[in-house]
């Protein structure tokens, strides 16, 4: 599902993003300069109430496993969304990306053929395939598949809980 643009305005990347709930009518790519093969291509800004760029997200360089075809994987996030917003950017003739939303898993009930984790790889990440862990930069998530705090059962106050929980 296409949910907006980029294109090169006055030498930037700028665009739109616009979902039914989610209304972005500015938003920019920014270059992110690193020697870190893991480091994002871009940083995604949006232009917030007081007009100042903000960052809500940031995107790595992707290949469709099927196709060949290299795009840019992220997420779109901000405290004000009830959840991040997975992204997708295909290049254009023009020079900038159509923004696609993206499922991060397949949904075998309708086929399964969209942007899942099992259709595409990061840039250079051979068979692994995507791992929003690995990108993120952050480590895996401490949520549970529930919502639930992961370990937050576990008593903290002995050591071996601790080192249980934190390998």
Not at 41 to 57: C, P, T
Not at 108 to 128: L, V, W
Request: charged share 25%.
């Amino acid at each position: 599902m296409n949910i907006g643009e980029v294109r090169i305005v006055n030498g930037r990347l700028e665009g739109r993003v616009a979902t039914r709930t989610i209304d972005l009518p500015r938003i920019g790519l920014r270059k992110v300069d690193s020697q870190n093969p893991r480091a994002p291509v871009y940083e995604i800004l949006a232009l917030n109430v007081a007009r100042r760029w903000v960052q809500v997200g940031a995107l790595w360089e992707a290949v469709a496993k099927k196709s060949g075809e290299i795009f840019l994987a992220g997420n779109i996030d901000d405290p004000s969304l009830p959840e991040p917003l997975p992204v997708a950017f295909f290049p254009t003739d023009n020079g900038g990306y159509s923004i696609a939303w993206r499922r991060d898993t397949l949904r075998s009930d309708f086929g399964g053929t969209g942007f899942g984790a099992a259709n595409y790889d990061r840039m250079g990440g051979g068979d692994a395939g995507y791992d929003r862990a690995e990108d993120s930069g952050f480590g895996a998530s401490t949520a549970g598949m529930d919502g639930s705090l992961a370990g937050a059962d576990a008593g903290f106050d002995r050591q071996a809980d601790f080192e249980r929980l934190n390998g």
